[in-house]
């Protein structure tokens, strides 16, 4: 049996989990039980183009600091255990696909950029309990989409036309998965 999905507007309570400019940015939630290192890599690989950056806030697997390494992945470390992972090709990002998925299943968060000259270090997030998360060194005119994934589904912060509402994502993702007619917003 397939897995179902469902798309809607972002809550407010979702956008504001972020610093970001005000009225540049479309709000997307999609949500999932169980996410899989293929409902995520078909909706990247489906959404963007090379270059695509992942921040890993905390890797608390010692296997994926080593992959990193040891497949001379390009990234930049951050604090003790985040990284900016750069990818330009499609088989790193399956392989940082499975790690984000591994790492968003245990309880984390991994943010995922995609635009125009934008550099690992600008993607460094600023996060305290008490205020929303910010990415002070980003020039979000370069951005032309962020994700945030988390472990029941992900949030697209989109300028795209061509996925910036519930209906234009639906294409996007894999026919594996069943859409949740009943649960979305179909406009």
Not at 103 to 129: A, M, Y
Not at 162 to 176: G, H, L
Request: glycine share 4%.
């Amino acid at each position: 049996m397939k897995k179902q999905y469902f798309v809607q507007y972002s809550d407010a309570s979702l956008i504001n989990d972020f610093v970001l400019p005000k009225g540049k940015f479309e709000s997307i939630a999609v949500g999932i039980r169980d996410m899989e290192t293929d409902f995520l890599f078909t909706l990247i690989q489906n959404i963007s183009s090379f270059p695509v950056f992942f921040v890993l806030e905390s890797v608390i697997f010692e296997h994926i600091e080593t992959s990193i390494s040891e497949k001379n992945i390009s990234h930049y470390k951050f604090s003790s255990d985040g990284y900016i992972i750069k990818i330009d090709s499609t088989d790193i990002l399956e392989w940082v696909c499975t790690n984000a998925v591994e790492l968003v299943l245990n309880g984390l968060e991994v943010f995922i950029f995609f635009g125009e000259d934008i550099s690992e270090v600008d993607l460094v997030p600023t996060r305290n309990w008490d205020s929303p998360t910010e990415f002070k060194n980003l020039d979000f005119d370069k951005v032309e989409t962020f994700i945030d994934v988390y472990e029941v589904g992900l949030t697209i912060f989109t300028k795209n036309e061509k996925f910036n509402s519930p209906k234009k994502v639906t294409p996007y993702i894999s026919a594996d998965y069943l859409f949740d007619l009943e649960n979305s917003d179909t406009e």
